[in-house]
């Protein structure tokens, strides 16, 4: 299993940015699709971004297509997401979570960390 530790979250002005990390320390994370998937107050967790082991496919939600940039740094063990233009919408706990291939269904993943706060003031 890989443990999860996601940072980087804050309060930003709507058309801002932030740049999320999430560290996944152990030897077998170059092994792993990963993924960003977030959830709003209320609403349920839904797929954000995700990038193949190796790094050269990427999925997005069509609502962060254009905005949103996952990329991984193999070598520090971590999959970072920089988020451009940021909207209210954008509002919610994000995680991240790694899987054998990009999966864009929250309810494949039996375990989380405790995610990263970010809030979009408009």
């Known amino acids: 299993q890989v443990q999860l530790v996601e940072s980087g979250g804050g309060l930003m002005q709507a058309g801002g940015s932030l740049k999320l990390s999430c560290a996944a320390p152990?030897?077998?994370?170059?092994?792993?699709?990963m993924g960003w998937f977030r959830q709003a107050p209320g609403k349920e967790r839904e797929f954000v971004a995700g990038i193949s082991w190796g790094g050269r496919v990427t999925h997005y939600a069509d609502s962060v297509k254009g905005r949103f940039t996952i990329s991984r740094e193999d070598a520090k063990n971590t999959v970072y997401l920089q988020m451009d233009r940021l909207k209210p919408e954008d509002t919610a706990v994000y995680y991240c979570?790694?899987?054998?291939?990009?999966?864009?269904?929250?309810?494949?993943?039996?375990?989380w960390g405790r995610g990263t706060q970010v809030t979009v003031s408009s």
């Open positions: 152990g030897r077998t994370f170059r092994s792993y699709a």
């Open positions: 979570n790694a899987s054998p291939y990009v999966d864009t269904d929250y309810k494949h993943f039996a375990s």
